[in-house]
């Protein structure tokens, strides 16, 4: 089985495109999606929840299409969304078995099962307590509650250390390793952070501004590689897209532009790119660097040494 799959798979807003022709294969596991914020994670899962409809391409989860079999993913999948969204002034406990119920267990086993989930997740004597008065972090853990209360296949957790502490953020990473191992659930969880989801995914997906950077393990990612650093003297976005059609990832910063060195042709590529744009090549050099460090977003200022 897979657990996802998508093919050209796009998504517009108007002028705004969330999501742009991303290809990708991932295995069942504890997958990360890391991207800075509006790369387009939340849309992302959105399409393949089948909540959004694609503006074009195809996408399955689980092997279900996303554009026709939506209920049946939904059956499958639990989700726990971004924002707040708990009543303040009913307990973790009527919630999550009111959740259980929703989703279809009788009265009697949707007790139990609550009561199994809001313990597995760190939630004890506080469940009967109006969850208005609840901490982000014991907010954060009746949301993971009631996204697997129904026993999914796969549960999404969008940005779920967001407004956490570092303590809180470390229990959360704990909890959310533990869903994997312990239950044999996979995991699509979304951060800004790629350092935080490399301690706990087994494969990362890196988005920005829509399109696919990298899909690859997290052991690929946290070794060495070679990265390619290219600046010139005019705007890169048009050599940036070239790239992009050779099937070359890039990030740019500025006039720079930065991808992973797989294989000395690229230089060619590169150098025959910028004089057919009319471009002056400032500078083209080779660094070494972690995956991590290539794609962590926001650095700002990195590139400009030596
Ligand atoms: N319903 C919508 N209507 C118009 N534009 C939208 C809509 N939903 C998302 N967008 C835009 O699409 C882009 C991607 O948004 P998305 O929420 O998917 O990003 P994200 O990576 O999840 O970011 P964040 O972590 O901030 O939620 C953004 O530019 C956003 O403004």
Do not use: W
Not at 109 to 118: G, K, N, P, Q, T
Not at 125 to 134: A, I, Q
Not at 266 to 289: F, W
Not at 290 to 299: A, H, I, Q, V, Y
């Amino acid at each position: 089985m897979t657990l996802i799959s998508t093919r050209a798979l796009t998504k517009r807003f108007g002028k705004v495109t969330a999501v742009e022709d991303l290809t990708v294969d991932v295995a069942p596991g504890v997958v990360g999606l890391v991207g800075a914020n509006g790369a387009g994670k939340s849309t992302l899962l959105k399409m393949l929840l089948g909540l959004v409809q694609p503006t074009s391409g195809s996408a399955q989860l689980l092997d279900l299409d996303v554009a026709t079999q939506g209920t049946d993913i939904r059956e499958r999948v639990g989700y726990m969304p971004e924002h707040d969204c708990l009543p303040p002034d009913v307990s973790a406990t009527e919630f999550v078995v009111h959740m259980a119920r929703m989703s279809g267990l009788p009265t009697t086993a949707a007790r139990e099962r609550s009561a199994d989930i809001l313990r597995h997740v760190g939630l004890y004597e506080e469940r009967y307590r109006p969850m208005g008065g609840y901490s982000t972090g014991m907010r954060q853990r009746v949301k993971l509650a009631q996204a697997l209360v129904h026993d999914p296949d796969l549960v999404m957790l969008d940005e779920p250390t967001n407004g956490l502490d570092p303590a809180g953020r470390d229990d959360m990473l704990g909890l959310i390793r533990r869903i994997g191992a312990e239950f044999g659930i996979s995991v699509l969880v979304t951060s800004h952070l790629l350092g935080e989801l490399e301690r706990v995914c087994e494969s990362v997906v890196v988005i920005d501004g829509g399109r696919l950077l990298r899909h690859s393990s997290t052991v690929e990612m946290t070794t060495e590689t070679t990265a390619l650093l290219v600046e010139v003297d005019g705007e890169v976005a048009p050599l940036a897209a070239l790239l992009g059609q050779h099937g070359v990832p890039t990030r740019s910063q500025g006039r720079q532009l930065e991808m992973q060195l797989d294989d000395d042709a690229l230089y060619d590529l590169v150098r025959d790119g910028v004089a057919g744009l009319g471009l002056g090549l400032v500078r083209i050099e080779r660094r070494r660097h972690r995956m991590s460090e290539l794609f962590s977003t926001g650095g700002g200022g990195r590139a400009d040494g030596s």
